[in-house]
């Protein structure tokens, strides 16, 4: 699942693109999970994780796009940045806050459907998608890849990754959704695995690195499914 956020002050015009993404959707065989902000300051308020593209409205009331972009590249240096503006002007702006491209109002959606592929080709390109979570300290980054497996525990999720554990206040649920599409299966009702991490199947228990963590019988023939399809593509 591809996750995107619009931000545009002019609801008529937040509708068009969101109508465009979803043509675009369907032409590029992708899916795409769309939130969409009324301004600036909302998105900044509200900011989305995981979030793979931005469509930001330049000129917006109280704060810009442009501004509103700086202040994004300060905690998000991954997500693809596309302005959408009826100014041309603006482009050279762009280059501070590597905007990926700009769209020229009234946005067509074939020009947005080409920006978008070029997009997805670059997302492609980074493999796995930071994943950004919230712990007791912080925002931390972290990359899908070094994941072995996430533990829902008193409510909380303790994130197991090669070289350390993190605790943060969020749902199994929520994290599986977050991590769709990045080879991770839901073995249990506590547990979520990296796909790439397991080692085995030693009767009702998944064997990652050196732990053995429970295998719901009910979801014991999808996961095999998964694993041996996951299994063929490192082939």
């Not at 959704?177 to 228990?205: M, P, W, Y």
Request: charged share 25%.
């Amino acid at each position: 699942m591809i996750h995107i956020a619009i931000a545009e002050d002019i609801p008529a015009e937040r509708d068009q693109l969101v109508a465009a993404l979803r043509q675009a959707e369907q032409q590029l065989n992708e899916e795409f999970q769309i939130q969409t902000f009324s301004d600036g300051s909302e998105l900044l308020q509200k900011y989305p994780h995981p979030l793979d593209i931005l469509l930001l409205d330049i000129q917006m009331a109280e704060i810009s796009g442009m501004e509103a972009a700086r202040q994004i590249r300060q905690f998000d240096d991954q997500v693809i940045l596309i302005f959408v503006t009826s100014l041309a002007q603006y482009a050279l702006d762009g280059y501070a806050v590597r905007a990926m491209d700009y769209l020229i109002k009234p946005v067509r959606p074939a020009a947005l459907t080409q920006t978008l592929r070029l997009a997805l080709s670059h997302l492609k390109k980074q493999g796995g998608r930071p994943l950004k979570v919230r712990t007791t300290e912080g925002l931390a980054v972290v990359d899908p890849t070094t994941l072995k497996y996430a533990e829902a525990v008193n409510h909380k999720v303790v994130l197991h990754c090669r070289q350390r554990q993190l605790t943060i206040s969020d749902s199994l649920q929520n994290l599986e959704k977050q991590l769709a599409g990045e080879r991770f299966f839901r073995i249990h009702s506590a547990f979520l695995v990296n796909l790439n991490q397991v080692s085995g199947v030693q009767g009702s228990d998944v064997i990652v690195s050196q732990d053995r963590l429970p295998l719901s019988k009910h979801r014991r023939k999808a996961f095999m499914e998964a694993l041996a399809e996951a299994a063929g593509s490192w082939l």
